[in-house]
């Protein structure tokens, strides 16, 4: 469920914290930027917006991580196929998380539209659970406190930053589509071409 930019300032503006912790876990870094911006307009305390921010998104990213744990095979085997996983891809990732896990859940956090993938997926590949917080804390309070902090002294263009952020968000899975869709159809083509010569 996606909030209108509208929306969400008013509802931080009403509810303030209360409202601020889920609405990060459901909408992120474009939450956290508009509760920093109304940090710098004094509704709001900066630094009580950081420390929500960062509950809201470990929140989350738990959510999804035990999504990936408890659900290996129902979710992965139901549900694997929206995110472009299946259990065979899983235990190929497995053996990667093994080696890089640190790699892939510190970078993981920052790459948008890919984040709740590679945490689900970590989870499906069993990362231990201290591994698993060790990797995603550091990264989650740089992300956050960033975020906030560019809500709070860039406010008067809270919104223009939000856009993008937004459509970034969107952006970024659309354009894999594209490359994946662009990929098949080449290979197709190729096929046929092959099979002619």
Known sequence: MHF??????IFIEVYKYLILYPLVIAEGTVVTVIAGFLASLGVLNIYLVIIVAILGDLTGDHIYYFIG???REKFIGRWGHFLGIGIGRVKELEKK???????????GKFAFGLEVLNLVVAGAARVPYRKFMAYIFIPTILK?????LLGYFFGSAYVTI????HDLILAIPVFLAIL???FFIYRFFMKK?????
């Open 4 to 9: 209108t930019l509208d929306q969400i300032y």
């Open 69 to 71: 744990r408890l659900g």
């Open 97 to 107: 998380y093994k080696h890089h896990a640190g790699k892939m859940l510190f970078l």
């Open 144 to 148: 956050y406190t960033f975020f906030a």
């Open 162 to 165: 939000s856009v993008i952020l």
């Open 180 to 182: 994946v869709a662009a």
């Open 193 to 197: 071409i092959f099979k002619n010569i």
